[in-house]
């Protein structure tokens, strides 16, 4: 994964909303919750919830799959381990000083 690929996915849990309600699916495993579940849990009016589902299903965050009138929201979890992986691949590794950078739009 590169940086202009993963960054939208650090975007949608940058707000505080959101972050707390991936966790709680991340909480609920594989099983997921419904969207009422989670307004009951979170206290949140069921248009910001949808505004703030709908932020993490675009950032690929969380999966929906519609059973009949019910909604089941997923963590991904092939997503969560790639965004780990991505801040953790090069831990340690240390930093080469002497390379020169060359500009992102050099000709």
């Known amino acids: 994964m590169s940086e202009k690929t993963?960054?939208?996915?650090?975007?949608?849990?940058?707000?505080?909303?959101?972050?707390?309600i991936y966790r709680l699916l991340v909480?609920?495993?594989?099983?997921?919750?419904?969207?009422?579940e989670i307004g009951r849990?979170?206290?949140?009016?069921?248009?910001?919830?949808?505004?703030?589902?709908?932020?993490?299903?675009?950032?690929?965050?969380?999966?929906?799959?519609?059973?009949?009138?019910e909604t089941r929201n997923r963590a991904d979890f092939d997503v969560m381990r790639d965004l780990v992986g991505f801040i953790t691949d090069e831990c340690c590794s240390g930093v080469d000083?002497?390379?020169?950078?060359e500009p992102e739009n050099a000709c």
């Open 27 to 36: 909480k609920a495993g594989d099983e997921g919750l419904n969207i009422g």
């Open 41 to 69: 849990l979170m206290g949140l009016p069921a248009s910001t919830l949808s505004h703030h589902l709908g932020a993490l299903v675009q950032a690929g965050l969380v999966t929906q799959e519609k059973h009949g009138r």
């Open 6 to 20: 993963i960054a939208p996915a650090f975007a949608a849990l940058g707000h505080e909303a959101r972050l707390k």
């Open 97 to 101: 000083l002497d390379v020169a950078r």
